[in-house]
C-alpha cells in the first residue's frame, strides 16, 4: 500500500484531528487489534502495544499490508486476512482475548446512516444482521472495546450501557458528519499514548511546550532535587491511577485478581535519570 493510498483509504481515519480523538480515548493496553484494518490511520500513528495484529476480509488490503508493514514500523504486527467476527469469535471461544487488550473496530458503517449508498469497499457490511452480529458478539469480548460508527437505532438499542464520544467530522464528499465512538469501558485515568492529549492542535501544541519546559527545568536542577520531584510525582501517580484496566465480570475474579492483571506500561514511566546527566 503505497502512502498516498493510505492517506485516501475511504473511511480513513486521518482526517484532521481524527486519529487524535481515538487514541485520546484508548486505556494502556498490552495488546492492541484493530478489526477492520484498511489503510490503518490509527493502527500507524498511536504507540505500538507489546503485541498489534491487524484484521481486515479484503485480501488487497491484507496484501498492501505486507509491503507497508517494515515502513509502518510496527514491532510485533500479525495482519489476518478474514472475517473479523469470526476470528474475534474463534479467539474468544478459544479463551485467547485478555483484559488487557484493547480491539478497536471501524466498520464499513450502516449503509442506513451513510448519506451515499454508493459501495466504498470490496466487501461492505450491507447486512444490519452483519452488524447485529458484530455487536453482540463485542457484548460478550473480556476486553476493552472501541467501536466508530454514525448514530443509529440499532446502534443505541444494542448498546445502550456503553460509554460514547462524538466528535465533527467530513463524509468523502466534505459534508459534516457527527462520529460516534461507543466504548464498553470507564473514561480512563491513564492512557496509552500521551502524544496527542488536548482537543485541537492549539491545546496539544501547548501540552508540548509545557512537557518542554519542565523537562528542561528538571535536567538543569540538582540530581537530588530532581529525585525528589520524581519520587513526589510517582508517588502521587500510584494514589490516583484507576484500579483497573477493563473489569469485566469475569467468573471467580476479584477485585484484588483484576488489579494484579495491570501491565506495567500502567505504571508512570518516569525518564531515564541518565537522559539528565
Ligand atoms: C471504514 S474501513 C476502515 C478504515 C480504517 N479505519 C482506516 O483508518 O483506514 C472498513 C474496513 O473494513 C473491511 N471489512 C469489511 N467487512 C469486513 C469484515 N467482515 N471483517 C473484516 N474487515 C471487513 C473493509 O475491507 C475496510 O477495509
Redesign the pocket.
Known sequence: MTDTI?MT??????GSGVFQQLINLMPPHHTYI?????????MRTKRPATENIG????KN?IWEWGFAKNRAGIPNLTTVC????KVLTIELEDHRITADTLIYC????LMSTRSSQRQL?????AEEQ?HRDLLNLLRKLPCMVML?GYWSPLYAELLPDWRTHTYQAQTRSGKPATEWVWMNYPEPFELHDYRFLGNNFRQRESIKRQKTRWLTRLQTMPALKRMALLDAIQSMSASTSSPTMYSSPVPGETAESIDTRRHPSQQLALPDPNLFQ
Do not use: T
Open positions: 493510505f483509504y475511504p473511511g480513513g481515519k486521518n484493530e478489526a477492520f484494518l484498511g489503510g490503518g490511520a490509527v484484521i481486515d476480509i479484503d488490503v478474514n472475517d473479523a467476527i471501524d466498520p464499513p458503517y469497499y470490496a466487501i461492505e457490511m452483519q466508530s
